[in-house]
């Protein structure tokens, strides 16, 4: 319970580092505030209606001011109104989390599906052709860039073929399908490689020879002793790749037109719309922060050895 509760500790400290400096930036980036929201309209500006609108925004407050009356709105739920959307910052990040919560999801399904097999395909017929083969195709898939990747599969499946959406403005299980697809070849270069590698390990284990010299079958070792013992080095990388993809992968969205987070936040960046930037980063730290403490948890819950030494 002590490490555990360090480690909230230390995730609170780092969400106020990450806060306090995000709104630094958004504070001394060119632009005034309430002369975007203004111009958003169609009246005309005026020395006092800048002035009338930055007192209502509290812009005319000192800045540690500005800063805590956000933090604590934060808390609330409440992270101000998005100049471009007039909405509140809450619910435009709402509208794009579910897209890409839906992306995330099917990304990992897919990730699984193709590099679990690969990787112990490669290291059962490890120096074998189909080793060399895996590990050609992983060399080539890690070396192409994700939204080159997303536009050819566009192409082909989208504009050639007609078998899926070329652009998706709104969530459906169709649209997510080639998105999903170019994230997962991608990632999948990058596990196929570390269950490679986790499973050769496990492999050259002395329980492994053991269990060989008992005449157990070549597939009941693998499966019921050596798979079981390769997933926990593998809960790490998933762990990040799920913060990844919760975080918004702005450029595949962008490519595909994906209605998901990252594709809010490029356009909030481009309209300087400062209090969805500012929601945005806020979302991404909490979003890793809490898969890493589920990674911790996970650790401690399927290593035994772990919870011997938290018992003691």
Known sequence: MKRFGNRLLQMLVTLIGVSFLTFCLTYIAPGDPAMMVLEAGDTIVSEEMIEKTRHEMGLDKPFLVQYVNWVGGAIHGDMGISYSA???VTEKLAEGFAGTLLLAGVTIAFVLLISLPLGIWSAVRQNEWPDYLVRFCSFIGVSMPNFWLGLILLYVFGLKLGLFPIASSTVTAKGVVL???TLAIYQST?????????VLDELHQDYVVGARARGLSEQAILWKHVLPNAVLPLITLLGMSIGWLLG?????????????????AVRAIMMRDYPLIEGF????????M????????????????LRKGEAG
Request: glycine share 6%; net charge positive; charged share 15%.
């Open 86 to 88: 007039k909405k509140p």
């Open 179 to 181: 998105p999903a697809l």
């Open 190 to 198: 990058k596990y196929v490689r570390q269950v490679r590698t986790v």
């Open 248 to 264: 918004g992968v702005a450029v595949i969205e962008i490519v595909f037109s994906w209605p998901g987070i990252g594709n809010t």
């Open 281 to 288: 980063v806020l979302w991404i730290a909490i979003v890793y």
């Open 290 to 305: 809490f898969i890493n403490f589920l990674v911790d948890l996970s650790y401690a819950y399927l290593d035994p050895k």
